[in-house]
């Protein structure tokens, strides 16, 4: 029995005597008596069937409300049961909806502040009182992520092992005092790193970012070394030409055989200076995009062979075997023949210049799949791993190129140029086993992607 039929019963019961006492003490007659019980029992089970529909709807409100506090929002009350209590019945739906709206309203946010999230390039983690990363953005875990571990559920320390962070993260959960700081990880990965409390974020006490600054930092490491570079480059030839003025200032002069030798230093520091100072405009023009390359069709296989001729003096003087191998065939590209054949050209010199007397250096040419290859490879003293990545930047010498000339600007010449005509350059190299670069264009009427 419902706990409503039975308090609507006890409360008749008590009324149903209430009658019968009444009646009795009236001293009514046996008709009435009877006629009165009847009524009181006729009454008690309309009573009772009332109470059970009652009892039943309410029922099916409890159930519905246990449903929609345990978060299942679709729950919708039957209509076709609601009786006399249709009007909560409709409420109770109506309360439902907006609460299942409501909260895929907020799923729907979530969903696109997480999204947000996850595109940014900087890692962000929320950390919790005790210190346990709570959550981590896809690139908090590609840049802190462990190998094959995420990096969620572990300790800041064991994610981010930097003094500075933990205290920075210290500091902002027992101040509120947000804070910065710069952090150098493994590889050469730089990141300033900022931490701010989080007010009232529950669990998240604290939002710490990891912004990369490695690309930064290689950049300013380049702008460093070229200063100094450039500084070395000029540096040599006008000290050689203040020495020469200073050894004829002071009598040299008068000595004609000695005076010409050293006019010819002179000269051959100046040509040197004027040689970097044409290729330093040449390579700004190029990256500044106001050199126009002319386009037109270029038979790769003709140049390599003529640029080959051109270096087979210089090779010979050298004592080193030039060889060339363009397959015979005819192999088709489209941009400004000059600027192609001064990047094979300086690929060569800087191929003769490393390469000892008695070595080789091989240059060849092949079209293949739409792309034209030209490879040259020297059996000189190679290219120690560490240098590899910045053999192209100008002015940027391995300590072993520094003893043997140059300006330092051909290699990166011929990046800029192979890049302006859409191609692509490349080296490999093992320190005692010599090096090979090559550069990779397109083949004319076929873009990039072989198509």
């Given at each position: ?74 729950t ?9 209590l ?21 799923s ?32 908090a ?54 931490v701010?409390?989080?007010a ?8 710490v ?5 490695s ?43 000695v ?19 044409e ?5 700004s ?25 051109r ?26 023949p ?26 060849a040419?092949?079209m293949?799949?739409?792309v ?48 302006a ?18 550069f ?12």
């Amino acid at each position: 029995m419902g706990g409503l039929r039975l308090r609507l019963l006890i409360a008749f019961a008590f009324f149903a005597a209430a009658v019968a006492i009444a009646v009795v003490a009236s001293g009514s007659s046996t008709l009435i008596v009877t006629a009165a019980f009847v009524l009181v029992l006729a009454g008690g089970v309309v009573l009772w069937l009332a109470a059970g529909v009652v009892d039943g709807s309410l029922r099916v409100i409890s159930g519905a409300a246990r449903e929609l506090a345990h978060g299942e929002f679709g729950t919708r009350l039957p209509m076709e049961e609601a009786g006399e209590l249709a009007g909560a019945f409709r409420d109770l739906n109506e309360m439902a909806r907006s609460f299942d709206a409501r909260i895929e309203a907020a799923s729907q946010e979530r969903n696109r502040l997480m999204a947000a999230i996850n595109s940014s390039v900087d890692g962000v983690l929320a950390v919790d009182e005790a210190g346990q990363v709570r959550f981590a953005n896809d690139a908090a875990e590609i840049l802190l992520g462990k190998p094959g571990e995420s990096v969620v559920g572990h300790p800041l320390v064991w994610a981010a092992a930097d003094h500075g962070v933990i205290e920075a993260v210290r500091a902002a959960r027992e101040d509120g005092e947000a804070g910065r700081h710069r952090v150098e990880r493994p590889g050469r990965r730089f990141f300033d790193v900022i931490v701010a409390p989080i007010a009232g974020g529950g669990d998240w006490s604290t939002l710490v970012v990891f912004h990369d600054m490695s690309e930064s930092q290689r950049i300013d490491d380049v702008r460093r070394d070229f200063v100094a570079n450039v500084s070395h480059e000029l540096r040599t030839p006008l000290s050689g030409v203040k020495s020469v003025i200073e050894t004829l200032r002071g009598g040299a002069v008068d000595d004609p055989k000695v005076a010409r030798d050293f006019l010819q230093r002179a000269e051959s520091e100046t040509e040197r200076l004027v040689q970097l100072v044409e290729e330093l405009l040449a390579l700004s023009r190029i990256e500044s995009g106001q050199l126009q390359f002319r386009d037109e069709p270029v038979n790769m296989a003709e140049l390599v062979d003529a640029a080959t001729e051109r270096m087979r003096p210089y090779a010979r003087h050298s004592g080193v075997e030039l060889s060339v191998d363009t397959n015979g065939t005819e192999q088709a590209v489209a941009g400004d023949p000059g600027a192609l054949e001064r990047a094979v050209v300086n690929l060569l010199d800087n191929a003769i210049k490393f390469t000892p007397e008695g070595g080789t250096v091989s240059i060849a040419s092949k079209m293949e799949g739409g792309v034209v290859t030209v490879s040259v490879r020297d059996t000189g003293a190679g290219i120690d791993a560490h240098d590899l990545p910045r053999v192209f930047e100008r002015f940027y010498k391995a300590d072993r190129a520094r003893q043997r000339g140059g300006t330092g600007l051909g290699l990166a010449i011929v990046k800029h140029t192979v890049e302006a005509h859409g191609g692509s350059v490349g080296v490999e190299s093992e320190v005692g086993r010599g090096s090979e670069f090559r550069f990779t264009l397109p083949q004319a009427g076929v873009g990039p992607d072989g198509n």
